[in-house]
């Protein structure tokens, strides 16, 4: 009995000796504060050795609990008290407070981070996408937070008891049935809709009188080069074989759809009017990825793809929805392609028809005088713009590259 | 049993070899060994990736900032101490390369299935124990070469770690596919076989040398699950040794199997008439089954502990088995949604969505069977348990993204994003992990006749567990906002600057999660030397490996293989005085707590078993 004495009085006098030294490292602290100006603690901040040294302390604090424990236990033991520390109840409370904590931090999530997300969908089928997005949410997260609250709830029901015993329940053909079947029937679900949609985004059927406007897009590390149609609403052959540095894209002049493609340096769509991008990549595989419209395809050298759909909303009619002033649309690319993969970017402007007639009219062909020569196509450039015109079309793209930048 | 027979004595004769420190510790050709060989390499890469990953987080989280730090510790990779964006993507590549290979594959089903097959099963040693030293020295070698790819020149592999070509054929491309990405291969085709040269023998140990006693259905959860990751492992590796010499003709010989129609500036490549897709699709052949390849044996081992401590049979054990069977199967024919939007066919993708979702099924049936378990349990929180319940709860967390991935439609505007880092990192990064750490806890006696300080286990499940849900529950929402992952850093897009405040949250719980092994590092290596010894079964577990003798001794069992009796999941029989009988115990010592269930029909133990119940308790007999 003298040994908890002993202890005791050990752990008083251990607790009066930190009680002494922090209040008085507090009251120097205090000292410190009102006699010196405060002291630069940046390059202290900076140091490695400061954090080594933070966690070496921490080490050391976790060392020092340890052993208060082990002589904690060691004490009750030498009292003959068989348990010492009830770890299966210690351990049972924390599931239970995880859970709380845990549940919690969900709600957080959700509502906090939940809204930074992506705002609706500006394309016709990206409507759908997030009706399925919707759906699936709301079942996945009642099945996330059910599961868990019944595991954590039986972790502390049922934790360790010495007079108890489990019941023995090796099986039960009902219940075991029940749930493949329902999981099994909600995804069913799931897979319809799923399929509906993904068929409806991806087999598209062609209306011969009201047929999508073609624009091309070319993937290189890291740019990406727009072509739209000219006139004829074609987008002529190219060929990579045809690269030299005046034809970047490597276009076939000797294609008559290919004379009056346009040179465009933003994407720029008339809203409400489906558009089918044709993909294709110069060099490595690259991802085109507009997040707002719900559209991502890759680029694949040697093999054009197409994504077809139809923006809904317009630029401006976004920034008055998200009331974010500098709101615009982008294109990433989201398929790794090299160093620069985190800045291969373009702005995408969807605006009402008239401006958009009105911004292509303003749009140079590929076709130079140079590329005429090296085609041997006749110098017969078509009536350029005028000058006026034509800096007012560089102008807002000037304008979106600082709203990049920023 | 003519075959265990021959091999007892077999034994016999070898078992006073005298063994030289070489033979015993290095060229070790015993299972129990060569486990521990995985297990402390697969620790040891496990350490390098976590370091790795800590790196490119510190970019992420601080993107203007400079560490000098960083450029004495990586010199010419950090100039000025920030990481170039070439190594970055060349951090992201190992990272990922060694988590999913060297330490989830080799590292986790090396070292379990080696140490467990033999033990559990009833048997000496794998079937072939030379061929299973030469599956830890290739993979050895895998890693070293792996590993030597940051000392030269141009720097490691950095196309990701799926490396797609181009990127990863053309030098060009990036500094990484030049003798970076060589030396990839290399190391990936030494890794293969070893793990073919392990899994070959997992599945003939477990067909054939299972002791007197142990039928299929007699064998615990661990064991199907090691034996169908080693089915599927055996049937989908070698199609990736196929893609990778194919993409070494490529880049070595010229050929142009995955390439075409490539310009580099102006330079016009000569290949023609190759897919890069084709790639992919060898690529993801493996790559999908190798999740499960990863998860599988986690999911055995949280099994099998879940149902010993909490004192309890599995509950549904055909269920678990058929479900398991299942997923080995279904995971054959998913792996094009990882190609959704890579421009293969639409028509595919739809396949592809149903058979994915329909893989949710078993799964759904695995996690409602560990949730029975646990009720009314008497649930022990030991550090297994712990890491195993863990494992379920991110198994959950997981697997409900992959609902989301899974369905083409919504992979569209996922495909890429942060939620696909959040959703595997997960369902298989932290599971498998936590399955793995668990079983090390559990297994632990076993390995090294000591056991590990529970206290300090407690304080490391305890931070990494919390911390690992802050690291990946917000990047589910970067995700939706439709942030790409690979990206060197978020600055150059408007819309990702308001994600700053969580990458730093991000990377500082990444930072203590980190922190948090350095009680497990220190635990596990201490207590190998100074541990607590441990009792022959400190969980009181009815497996056969708790029936060999503390000591490890060369042939496992000192006489005769034990003979098994009964099914591993005889815990709180009622009748029974002992809340577990081990499956060496014969029904004829426990009469009072047989079922009539437990004979499988076996009429003259059933006949016998109601004349017993009739002189000792009538009441029995009326079922």
């Keep these: ?406 | 049993m003519s075959t265990i027979s021959t091999h007892d004595t077999h034994h016999d004769d070898h078992g006073h070899h005298h063994e030289t420190f070489l033979t015993k510790y290095v060229f070790s050709q015993d299972h129990k060994m060569i486990a521990k060989q995985f297990l402390i390499t697969g620790i040891i890469m496990a350490v390098i990736a976590m370091i790795l990953s800590i790196l490119f987080r510190i970019q992420l989280a601080w993107p203007d900032h400079n560490f000098p730090l960083l450029e004495q510790l990586l010199g010419k990779w950090a100039e000025g101490g920030r990481i170039r964006p070439d190594f970055y993507l060349a951090l992201v590549t190992i990272h990922g390369t060694i988590m999913v290979f060297f330490v989830l594959t080799a590292g986790l089903s090396g070292t379990f299935s080696n140490l467990l097959i033999p033990l559990q099963v009833g048997a000496r040693d794998m079937a072939s124990p030379f061929l299973n030293m030469l599956s830890y020295w290739f993979f050895f070698a895998a890693c070293v070469i792996m590993m030597s790819s940051f000392f030269i020149q141009t720097g490691p592999a950095a196309a990701g770690w799926t490396v797609y070509p181009p990127l990863s054929a053309v030098p060009k491309a990036i500094p990484g596919s030049g003798l970076g990405m060589t030396l990839w291969l290399i190391s990936m085709i030494l890794f293969v076989a070893s793990s073919l040269m392990g899994g070959i023998n997992y599945v003939s140990t477990i067909l054939n040398m299972r002791t007197k006693g142990m039928d299929f259905w007699k064998m615990p959860l661990t064991i199907w699950a090691f034996f169908l990751t080693a089915v599927l492992g055996i049937l989908s590796f070698p199609v990736l040794v196929a893609g990778v010499v194919l993409l070494i003709f490529d880049r070595s010989v010229g050929t142009s199997f995955y390439l075409s129609d490539m310009v580099f500036g102006t330079q016009i490549m000569p290949n023609e008439g190759g897919s890069p897709i084709l790639w992919q699709h060898l690529f993801w052949f493996l790559g999908h089954p190798e999740v499960y390849i990863v998860i599988m044996p986690a999911m055995g081992l949280s099994s099998e502990i879940i149902a010993v401590n909490s004192r309890k049979p599995i509950f549904g054990y055909h269920a678990m088995v058929y479900s398991l069977i299942g997923i080995t199967v279904l995971s054959l024919i998913v792996w094009g949604h990882h190609m959704f939007v890579t421009g293969m066919n639409p028509f595919l993708g739809g396949v592809f969505m149903i058979t994915t979702l329909i893989i949710a099924v078993p799964s759904a049936v695995k996690t409602f069977n560990w949730l029975a378990t646990l009720w009314k349990g008497n649930i022990r929180f030991t550090p297994g348990m712990l890491f195993a319940i863990g494992m379920v709860s991110f198994f959950i967390s997981g697997g409900l993204t992959g609902i989301w991935l899974g369905n083409a439609t919504l992979d569209i505007n996922l495909h890429d994003t942060y939620f696909v880092v959040a959703h595997f990192h997960l369902v298989m990064g932290s599971a498998a992990i936590f399955g793995m750490l668990a079983g090390v806890y559990h297994w632990f006696p076993k390995m090294f006749g000591r056991l590990m300080d529970s206290k300090l286990a407690y304080l490391h499940f305890w931070v990494t567990f919390v911390c690992t849900y802050l690291v990946f529950f917000p990047l589910h929402f970067l995700g939706l906002d439709g942030v790409p992952r690979r990206y060197y850093a978020f600055t150059e897009f408007e819309f990702m600057h308001k994600w700053m405040t969580v990458n730093k949250l991000v990377t500082w719980s990444a930072i203590v999660a980190g922190l948090a092994q350095v009680a497990f590092l220190f635990n596990f290596f201490y207590s190998i030397f100074r541990g607590k010894r441990a009792p022959q079964n400190p969980w009181e577990s009815n497996t056969l490996e708790w029936t060999t003798p503390v000591e490890r001794i060369h042939g496992n069992w000192p006489g005769e293989i034990p003979t098994v009796h009964r099914w591993p999941y005889d815990y709180s029989k009622p009748g029974s005085e002992s809340d577990f009988i081990p499956q060496t115990v014969p029904f004829s010592e426990t009469m009072s707590s047989n079922l009539f269930h437990d004979f499988e029909g076996n009429t003259e133990a059933e006949q016998i078993q109601r004349e017993w119940n009739a002189k000792n308790d009538p009441s029995k007999n009326n079922e």
């Design chain 1, 1 to 406: 009995m003298s040994l908890i004495k002993v202890i005791g009085n050990k752990a008083m006098a251990a607790l009066a000796v930190i009680f002494t030294l922090f209040s008085s490292t507090a009251v120097f602290a205090q000292e410190a504060a009102a006699i010196a100006k405060p002291v630069d603690m940046e390059p202290v901040y900076r140091s490695t050795i400061f954090y080594v040294l933070l966690f070496l302390l921490a080490c050391l604090f976790i060392a020092i609990v340890g052993k208060a424990l082990k002589v904690y236990e060691l004490t009750r033991e030498t009292q003959g008290k068989s348990e010492g520390i009830n770890w299966d109840l210690i351990n049972a409370v924390l599931f239970v407070i995880f859970l709380i904590v845990g549940l919690y931090g969900v709600y957080f999530e959700y509502t906090v981070h939940g809204k930074m997300i992506l705002p609706e969908a500006a394309s016709e089928h990206g409507k759908k996408i997030d009706q399925m997005f919707e759906i699936t949410l709301i079942l996945t997260t009642i099945v996330f937070i059910a599961t868990h609250i019944v595991m954590f709830v039986f972790t502390y029901i049922y934790r360790y008891n010495k007079a108890r015993k489990a019941y023995y329940y090796p099986h039960n053909n009902m219940i075991e049935r029940i749930w493949t079947i329902v999981p099994a029937l909600v995804l069913t679900v799931l897979v319809l809709m799923g399929f509906l949609t993904w068929r409806s985004i991806f087999h598209k059927v062609e209306d011969p009188n009201n047929k999508p406007l073609s624009v091309e897009v070319t993937s290189s590390q890291f740019q990406w080069d727009i072509r739209y149609p000219g006139k004829d609403g074609i987008v002529g052959k190219k060929n990579y074989k045809l690269v030299t540095s005046t034809n970047n894209l490597g276009i076939d002049f000797n294609d008559r759809d290919s004379q009056d493609d346009l040179v465009a340096d933003e994407i720029v769509l008339p809203v409400n009017k489906a558009v089918r991008f044709t993909l294709t990549s110069k060099d490595v595989i690259h991802s085109f990825y507009m997040p707002q419209f719900r559209v991502q395809l890759n680029t694949v050298p040697g093999m054009p793809t197409q994504f077809e759909f139809t923006p809904t909303i317009t630029t401006d009619e976004m920034k008055a929805k998200t009331g974010d002033p500098n709101f615009h649309y982008v294109l990433l690319c989201s398929k790794i392609c090299g160093t620069n993969h985190f800045n291969m970017q373009k702005v995408v402007r969807i605006v009402s028809e008239k401006e958009y007639e009105e911004w292509l009219t303003n749009q140079k062909p590929y076709l130079t005088d140079d590329l005429r020569k090296a085609f041997n196509l006749p110098v017969t450039a078509p009536a350029k713009p005028a000058d006026s015109t034509a800096t007012a079309s560089v102008k807002p793209s000037a304008e979106n590259q600082l709203a990049l930048k920023k």
